[in-house]
C-alpha cells in the first residue's frame, strides 16, 4: 500500500514538473486526522497553483488571470483522491472479511464453552449428588463413604484418647499404689487442666474401691483372686491418699470457683463447676454460690428492721368500711426485688453452670424459703395482733402479690428467656408459693376466720337494736316501743355473749376499740351492764344492711381468691347461713315480729289506728329485696358444683324468704283489718238525719260528716302505704283497702231509710269515695268500675218509678235482686209506683 502511494506521488511530482507546477501531496492519514477541514485543504491547493509574481501586489494589474494551473492541480488532486478512494475501498473488504472471519470463529468458540460448561456442571451434578448420597450407588457411594471415613475417624480419634487416658490413668495408679503419691495429678492440677484431673481422681477412686481389699472389706474372695491376678496388691492405703486429694481439689475448685465469680469470669465458673459435678453431684458448688450471693447476706442484714409504721395504713388495715390497703411496704419492696435479682441471676446462672436449671431451683427455694417467708410471717404476726379482718386483708394482699411475682417469673422465663420457664422450674415456683400459704388453709382453718371476723361485725353492729328490742318487756302503744316481743331471749343472749367476748383476753385490743367504734359505744361502756340506746337504734337501717351485704362480699370475694375452688361451695354454705341467721332472722324478722305485733294492738280500738310501723315495711322491703338478689344472684350460682349443697342452701334461703314474706303479708292484712274496722266505726256515726232531713227542700251541697272523717283516713293510710310500699305491693295493698270500702259503704246504706233529698246526700258520698279511690295506684289489680256500683247505687234513691224500672230492667238477673234490697230503703218504698216497680220483679 506504501508502495502504490509513493508510485502516485512520484508520477504526480512529474507530470507537475513538466508543466513547472508542483502537484499537491497528501495521504490518507491527512483525512484521517482530527484537524483536517475542506475548506482549508481546498485554500492550500489554490495556493500551490498560483505563481509567485501574480502573488505580487505590484505587478497585479499587469498580468491576465490564468486559470490552468489550478485546473492542472485540482486534476491531479482528483486524481490522487480517486486512487485512495481505491485503496481504501480494498483495505476495508481486507478488513471486513477478516471481521467476519474473527465473529465465526469467535462463534465456534463460544459454542464450545458452553458445551463445556454443561458437560463441567453435569459432572459437578452427579458428584454433588454421589457425595450427598442421592445416587443409586447403595452402600458404597461416595457420600456414604465419605460419612463412613469421617465417623472412623472420629472413633480413631476418640480410640487415641481412651488410649492416651488409660495410660496416663496407669501411670497414676501405679504412682498411688506404689509410692503413695499422686505427683503426676499434682502437676496436671497446677497446669490448669482442673476438669480432666478431677476425672482421673475419680477414676483413681473406683479402681481403688475395687482392688484395693482394705478400701474394699465385703468384696468376695473369687473377686479379690482374680484382682491379684490382674494387678499386684497396692502397698499403701490408694483410697485415704485419694479422697484426701480429692478433698483439696474440691476446696481449690470452689475457691477458684468463687474467684472467677468476683472478677466475674463465666468461663472459668462454667469449668469449676463441671469439675465440682462429680462432688456430691455439684452440691457443694451451688451451695456455695448461692450462701455468697449479696441479696441473701444483705437481707439477713435488713431482717431485724421493722415493718411499714405508717399508723393509718394500719387502721385502714383493720377498718371494715375502708378500702383494703394494698400489700405491706417492706413486704412489696422485698417481692420487687426479688423480682429483678431472679431475672438477672438467672442470666449469670445459665453462662456459669451447665446444670442451671438445678442452681436456679436450689436459688429459687432459698429465696422462698428464707427471705420471703420471713418478711411474710413478720407481717402477718402483726396484722394478727391488730385484728381478725388486719389479718385476712394482709393475707389476701400478700399473697396476691406473691402469685403475681410467680407469674412474672413464669413469663419472663429466667434461663430460658425470651421463652417460658421449663416445666420443671415452673412446678417449683408453684410449690414454693403453695408452701408459703398452705399452713393457713389447713381443713377449714380459713373459713372459720372468715365466719368469726363476720361474726364479731355482724354483733357488734346489731348491738343495739337487739338491745333495744330485747328491754320492752310490755307492749305500750306506740310502735317504737312495741318491738319488744320479737326475740327477747335470742338479743339478751347475743348481748351477753358479745360482752362477754369483749371482756375475753384473746381478743387483740386493737379489735375491741373498733368493734366498739362500730357498736357506737365507747370505751368506758365496756364497763357497764347496761347499755343506753333509744327508739332509733330499734328502727332498721338501709346503710346498715348495705354494710353487712359490703362485709360479706369481701368476704366471699377474698374466698374466692385464696380458697381452692373445690371449697367455694362449703365456704359459701357458711357464709349464706351467717347471713341469713344475722340479717334474716336477728335483723328483718324480729323488725316484722315487732310491726306485726303493733299492727295487731291497732285492730280493735275506740281511737284512729295508729300506723307508724307501715314507714317501716319500706325499709324492710327494700332490704329483703337485697337479701334475696344476694342469696339467689351472687351466693347460691357459686355452689353449682356442688348439687347437694346448693340444693340444701336454696331451701333454706326459700324457706327464710318465704317466712319474711309471710310476716310482711300478715302485717299488711292486719293493717288492712284495723284501717276498715275503723272506717266501720266512722260510717257508724253517720246520722240518721243525713239521709233523711227533715227539711226536704234543703239544699245538699258537700258530702256528710262520716263520709269526710272516713276520707281523711284512708288518705292518710294511703299516704302512708304510698311511702311504705311499692310495685305490686302498693297496688295489691289499695286494691283490698278499696274492696273493703265498697263492701262497708253497701252494708252501711242498707241501715238507714233514704228520702230523694237524702239520695243526693248519698250521691255525694258515693261520688267522694269513688273519687278518693280513683286517685290510687292500684293499677290491673283493682277491676275497672269496681266502684261505679257506689254510683250507681246512689241513683237509686233519686230517680222515679219509671226510671228504676229501666235501671233494673238493665241490670237483670242476680244484680237486679240486690239492687232490690236498696230499693226497699227508700223512704216511699209503699208507693204505688215502687211497689209496681218491685212486684215487676
Keep these: 500500500m506504501q508502495n502504490s502511494n509513493a508510485e502516485t506521488v512520484s508520477q504526480l511530482t512529474h507530470a507537475t ?26 485554500e492550500d491547493l489554490s495556493d500551490a497553483a498560483v505563481p509567485a509574481s501574480r502573488k505580487s501586489g505590484a505587478a497585479a494589474g499587469q498580468q491576465a488571470f490564468d486559470p490552468k494551473p489550478l485546473i492542472r492541480t485540482f486534476e491531479h488532486a482528483l486524481t490522487r483522491l480517486n486512487n485512495l478512494s481505491e485503496d481504501l475501498e480494498e483495505k476495508e473488504n481486507e478488513l471486513s472479511g477478516a471481521v467476519r472471519r474473527a465473529e465465526a470463529q469467535h462463534n465456534q468458540n463460544v459454542e464450545s464453552l458452553g458445551r463445556r460448561l454443561e458437560q463441567a456442571i453435569d459432572r459437578f451434578q452427579r458428584l454433588d449428588s454421589s457425595l450427598n448420597g442421592g445416587d443409586d450407588g447403595g452402600p458404597d457411594s461416595g457420600g456414604n463413604i465419605a460419612m463412613r471415613i469421617g465417623e472412623r475417624l472420629e472413633e480413631l480419634d476418640r480410640q ?34 482442673i476438669v480432666r484431673c478431677a476425672e482421673i481422681a475419680r477414676q483413681l477412686l473406683r479402681i481403688s474401691i475395687r482392688l484395693d481389699p482394705e478400701a474394699n472389706p465385703r468384696a468376695n474372695g473369687e473377686g479379690q483372686t482374680n484382682a491379684k491376678k490382674r494387678l499386684q496388691r497396692p502397698k499403701h492405703n490408694t483410697k485415704e491418699v485419694i479422697e484426701k486429694f480429692l478433698e483439696g481439689l474440691e476446696q481449690d475448685l470452689l475457691s477458684k470457683f468463687d474467684e472467677c465469680y468476683r472478677r466475674p469470669n463465666y468461663n472459668g465458673m462454667r469449668d469449676c463447676a463441671i469439675a465440682l459435678r462429680g462432688f456430691n453431684d455439684g452440691a457443694s458448688v451451688i451451695t456455695t454460690y448461692v450462701n455468697q450471693h449479696s441479696f441473701f447476706i444483705d437481707r439477713t442484714q435488713l431482717l431485724a428492721e421493722g415493718l411499714n409504721s405508717d399508723p393509718e395504713t394500719w387502721e385502714h388495715l383493720q377498718d371494715p368500711d375502708a378500702e383494703p390497703p394494698l400489700v405491706e411496704t417492706t413486704l412489696q419492696s422485698l417481692i420487687d426485688e426479688v423480682k429483678i435479682v431472679v431475672q438477672e441471676e438467672s442470666a449469670v446462672m445459665k453462662r456459669a453452670f451447665p446444670y442451671y436449671e438445678e442452681v436456679l ?17 413478720m407481717v402477718l404476726d402483726k396484722a394478727s395482733e391488730l385484728s381478725s379482718l388486719a389479718f385476712l386483708r394482709s393475707l389476701q394482699a400478700s399473697r396476691a402479690y406473691i402469685t403475681q411475682l410467680v407469674e412474672d417469673l413464669k413469663t419472663h422465663g429466667l434461663t430460658e428467656h425470651p421463652e417460658p420457664v421449663t416445666s420443671q ?82 381478743l387483740p385490743a386493737s379489735q375491741k376499740a373498733t368493734l366498739l367504734r362500730i357498736a357506737g359505744l365507747k370505751e368506758d361502756q365496756q364497763e357497764k351492764r347496761e347499755i343506753d340506746v333509744t327508739d332509733e337504734d330499734g328502727r332498721l337501717s338501709l346503710s346498715v344492711a348495705k354494710r353487712m351485704l359490703k362485709w360479706l362480699a369481701e368476704g366471699v370475694g377474698r374466698g374466692l381468691e385464696l380458697s381452692p375452688s373445690n371449697e367455694t361451695p362449703k365456704d359459701v354454705q357458711i357464709l349464706l347461713s351467717l347471713l341469713l ?45 337485697l337479701l334475696q338478689q344476694t342469696s339467689t344472684t351472687i351466693l347460691l350460682p357459686l355452689c353449682s358444683p356442688n348439687l347437694s ?69 284512708l288518705t292518710r293510710v294511703a299516704t302512708q302505704a304510698t311511702a311504705a310500699l311499692s310495685g305490686r305491693n302498693l297496688s295489691l295493698f289499695l286494691a283490698e283497702l278499696a274492696r273493703g270500702l265498697r263492701s262497708l259503704v253497701l252494708a252501711h246504706l242498707l241501715k238507714f ?89
Aim: charged share 30%; net charge negative; proline share 2%.
Design 361 to 377: 431451683i436450689r436459688f429459687v427455694e432459698r429465696i422462698f424459703q428464707q427471705s420471703i417467708q420471713q418478711r411474710l410471717e
Design 160 to 193: 487415641r484418647k481412651r488410649a492416651l487416658d488409660a495410660k496416663f490413668l496407669i501411670e497414676c495408679w501405679q504412682e498411688v499404689s506404689e509410692r503413695g503419691e499422686l505427683n503426676i495429678l499434682e502437676d496436671q492440677r497446677r497446669s490448669g487442666d
Design 753 to 841: 231509710t233514704i228520702s230523694q233529698v237524702g239520695g243526693l246526700s248519698v250521691s255525694k258520698d258515693m261520688n267522694r269515695y269513688v273519687e278518693l279511690v280513683r286517685g290510687w295506684p292500684t293499677g290491673e289489680d283493682l277491676e275497672r268500675g269496681a266502684m261505679d256500683v257506689l254510683t250507681d247505687v246512689s241513683t237509686l234513691f233519686i230517680i222515679g218509678p219509671e226510671a228504676l224500672r229501666d235501671r233494673l230492667r238493665a241490670a237483670g238477673g242476680v244484680d237486679a235482686q240486690e239492687l232490690k234490697g236498696f230499693i226497699g230503703r227508700r223512704d216511699d218504698v209503699n208507693s204505688v209506683g215502687v211497689q209496681s216497680v218491685l212486684s215487676g220483679l
Design 17 to 42: 514538473s513538466r508543466t513547472s507546477i508542483r502537484g499537491p501531496q497528501f495521504t490518507l492519514d491527512k483525512f484521517s486526522s482530527k484537524d483536517f477541514i475542506v475548506k482549508d485543504f481546498i
Design 645 to 713: 349443697i346448693r340444693r340444701e342452701l336454696e331451701k333454706s334461703s326459700v324457706v327464710t324468704m318465704a317466712t319474711l314474706e309471710s310476716k310482711l303479708s300478715n302485717i299488711l292484712n292486719l293493717t288492712l283489718t284495723a284501717s276498715l274496722n275503723w272506717v266501720n266505726k266512722c260510717l257508724a256515726q253517720q246520722k240518721k238525719t243525713d239521709f233523711r232531713p227533715k227539711d226536704d227542700d234543703l239544699m245538699v251541697t258537700s258530702e256528710t260528716q262520716a263520709c269526710h272523717e272516713v276520707v281523711a283516713f
Design 581 to 625: 341467721r344475722q340479717m334474716g332472722e336477728i335483723y328483718l324478722e324480729t323488725a316484722l315480729e315487732a310491726a306485726q305485733d303493733h299492727a295487731a294492738s291497732q285492730e280493735n280500738l275506740k281511737t284512729p289506728p295508729d300506723l307508724t310501723h307501715l314507714p317501716s315495711l319500706h325499709t324492710i322491703t327494700t332490704i329483703l329485696h
Design 425 to 506: 422450674v415452673a412446678a417449683t415456683l408453684d410449690q414454693q408459693l403453695d408452701e408459703l400459704f398452705s399452713s393457713y388453709f389447713i381443713g377449714e382453718k380459713y373459713i372459720e376466720r372468715e365466719k368469726k371476723n363476720l361474726e364479731e361485725l355482724y354483733s357488734s353492729l346489731l348491738l343495739k337494736f337487739t338491745i333495744y328490742h330485747s328491754r320492752r318487756a310490755k307492749m305500750p302503744t306506740s310502735y317504737f316501743g312495741s318491738l319488744a316481743q320479737r326475740g327477747k331471749e335470742l338479743a339478751a343472749s347475743a348481748r351477753d355473749k358479745y360482752m362477754e367476748r369483749l371482756e375475753s383476753t384473746d
